[in-house]
């Protein structure tokens, strides 16, 4: 079963995508798509299919595996199954910088996407404060609770941000706030790919030292691990992989906490496998609710962050439940 896991989350990756630009607003099917593709069949759907869906398509499967990537890493460093940037308030962070970029007419690609990582960054520093605080040690329950209030914290100044904002700014920030693929475009697909490959290759090379982190603080220590400084380090990657996906495509939540945990259950226990096989998983995951999100109520097109919210919330209170 282990073995199948990766060629059966890419085949599963590529069924799901051919899905998701079959359907819309203008039904094809699936064999026009292929050929679509390819750039053979009727112009209007080659312009469809290439230039409407597909950039929507893959950014959702690019965003999807670096939540999921990122998720896997931070349970991992905090040995905690309930971990994920969204609930420890990394994308609330990241979310702050952005709208500020937004509400203050900065709205280029670079500077949002930059302004997401300092966000990101302000955010992991000051949950890890918060934690020392109030359990004098970065202690995982305590990161977590840390998180919560960070998140709400990053909410409110997102409101402030945005009190006096034209309404046409305000809705349009409402809107990327809570999560959408509908303004993909391939510059968005390239930035959120080279985050992807370069920090998510990042944590599949230290994959061993996640493994280590793992084990907790006092084997770690006994195996020779530094590991305040391992896991800043994994806690800061994981948080820039997350913040990229905020960048591009809003707050998206529990992507990194239902995933992990399914590749766990299949049977991926070690990082290095469980980090890519949640890259698939996580991939499928967003495309399928971008999927939900724009075909549920069609034409109305749903948030993409309540979606998952809506499988995300129950998932949580399950783990919650038999964790306690």
């Given amino acids: 079963m282990k073995r199948l896991l990766v060629p059966f989350g890419l085949a599963l990756l590529a069924a799901t995508m051919l899905l998701a630009l079959a359907i819309g607003a203008v039904s094809i099917p699936v064999s026009d798509v292929w050929h679509a593709l390819w750039g053979d069949g009727e112009t209007q759907v080659v312009a469809i299919v290439r230039e409407l ?50 509400t203050v007419g900065l709205a280029t690609p670079a500077v949002v996407t930059l302004a997401a990582f300092g966000g990101a960054a302000v955010a992991t520093v000051v949950v890890a404060m918060l934690a020392r605080y109030a359990g004098g040690r970065a202690e995982p329950r305590l990161l977590l609770m840390a998180g919560v209030v960070v998140g709400a914290f990053a909410n409110a100044v997102i409101l402030v941000a945005l009190a006096d904002s034209p309404p046409d700014r305000i809705r349009g920030a409402l809107w990327w706030m809570m999560g959408s693929t509908a303004d993909a475009t391939w510059g968005a697909v390239a930035r959120t790919g080279a985050a992807l490959l370069l920090l998510g290759g990042i944590l599949v090379v230290r994959a061993r030292e996640l493994d280590v982190l793992s084990l907790g603080e006092d084997p770690a220590v006994a195996l020779g691990a530094d590991v305040d400084r391992a896991a800043r380090r994994t806690f800061l990657v994981a948080s820039w992989l997350a913040a990229s996906t905020v960048a591009v495509i809003g707050l998206i939540g529990f992507v990194g906490l239902v995933v992990p945990n399914l590749a766990r259950a ?59």
């Fill in 53 to 102: 869906r597909a950039p929507r398509v893959v950014l959702a499967a690019l965003a999807g595996a670096a939540l999921a990537c990122s998720g896997a890493a931070l349970q991992g460093t905090l040995r905690n199954p309930l971990a994920e940037p969204y609930l420890l308030g990394v994308s609330g962070g990241a979310a702050v910088g952005a709208v500020v970029a937004l």
């Fill in 266 to 324: 299949l049977g991926a226990h070690r990082h290095r496998p469980m980090l890519v096989v949640s890259a698939l998983y996580g991939g499928v995951l967003l495309v399928a609710a971008d999927i939900v999100a724009r075909s549920v109520r069609a034409p109305i097109e749903l948030p993409l962050g309540a979606v998952t919210a809506l499988v995300g919330v129950p998932f949580f209170l399950a783990r919650l439940r038999k964790l306690a």
